[in-house]
């Protein structure tokens, strides 16, 4: 199953990740282009993962309104980042599946594959994170009992979600579904589309 795969290497990432977790670490991506979905995945999760930081980070209430004003930039760029990632992904899928011809009664899904495998992305990082707040040492135990019921629910999000993709990949290689991929117009980054970078020209 795909879903097997992404969440392998979903873990994959945010463990080597937290064995320095630092957002200023180099990125190394161990999947060659030749193993290109794995290679995307891997690539998806660490723009995910750097950015759950920063979103840590730019929380702090003592924060350096400069730093934080520097950070926020960053954390634009890591959301185009992420958007392009998702775009890649579904290309992957376009390609895999060209051939496929739908059947005359075959209906759309409400997002395309890519969207899912971000949310389950996303989902890896909660559940790692939410498994840390539920065994830390000096929480109480009111603390990590609500964590830890958290994390169940999380848990069986993660299963829901990753039948729902694989079924959904099935579907668009049996006919049943088709793929169809809008790109994403973000404006706010286009020198043209957002009228205050357009007056700066």
């Not at 060209?98 to 949310?119: C, L, Q, Y």
């Not at 790692?128 to 603390?143: F, G, I, L, P, V």
């Given at each position: 199953?795909?879903?097997?795969?992404?969440?392998?290497?979903?873990?994959?990432?945010?463990?080597?990740?937290?064995?320095?977790?630092?957002?200023?670490?180099?990125?190394?991506?161990?999947?060659?282009?030749?193993?290109?979905?794995?290679?995307?995945?891997?690539?998806?999760?660490?723009?995910?993962?750097?950015?759950?930081?920063?979103?840590?980070?730019?929380?702090?209430?003592?924060?350096?309104?400069?730093?934080?004003?520097?950070?926020?930039?960053?954390?634009?760029?890591?959301?185009?980042?992420?958007?392009?990632?998702?775009?890649?992904i579904d290309s992957?899928?376009?390609?895999?599946?060209?051939?496929?011809?739908?059947?005359?009664?075959?209906?759309?899904?409400?997002?395309?594959?890519?969207?899912?495998?971000?949310?389950?992305?996303?989902?890896?990082?909660?559940?790692?994170?939410?498994?840390?707040?539920?065994?830390?040492?000096?929480?109480?135990?009111?603390?990590?009992?609500?964590?830890?019921?958290?994390?169940?629910?999380?848990?069986?999000?993660?299963v829901d979600l990753?039948?729902?993709?694989?079924?959904?990949?099935?579907?668009?290689?049996?006919?049943?579904?088709?793929?169809?991929?809008?790109?994403?117009?973000?404006?706010?980054?286009?020198?043209?589309?957002?009228?205050?970078?357009?007056?700066?020209?």
């Amino acid at each position: 199953m795909f879903t097997t795969i992404a969440n392998r290497i979903f873990q994959e990432v945010i463990k080597k990740y937290h064995i320095i977790n630092t957002v200023e670490q180099s990125f190394e991506n161990p999947y060659s282009k030749s193993d290109l979905i794995e290679h995307l995945l891997y690539r998806k999760c660490w723009i995910d993962t750097v950015q759950w930081h920063y979103e840590d980070i730019i929380r702090d209430p003592q924060i350096d309104p400069v730093a934080a004003l520097k950070l926020k930039r960053k954390i634009d760029a890591s959301n185009q980042d992420r958007t392009d990632m998702v775009e890649y992904i579904d290309s992957y899928f376009l390609e895999t599946y060209k051939d496929i011809t739908p059947k005359p009664d075959a209906t759309i899904n409400t997002e395309s594959p890519a969207w899912g495998v971000d949310r389950l992305s996303i989902l890896a990082l909660k559940i790692y994170h939410m498994n840390e707040e539920a065994t830390r040492k000096d929480a109480s135990e009111a603390h990590k009992l609500s964590c830890n019921t958290k994390l169940d629910i999380l848990l069986e999000q993660r299963v829901d979600l990753s039948t729902a993709i694989d079924t959904l990949l099935a579907d668009i290689e049996s006919g049943d579904k088709y793929m169809k991929v809008y790109k994403q117009m973000k404006m706010y980054n286009d020198d043209e589309l957002n009228p205050v970078l357009r007056s700066l020209k």
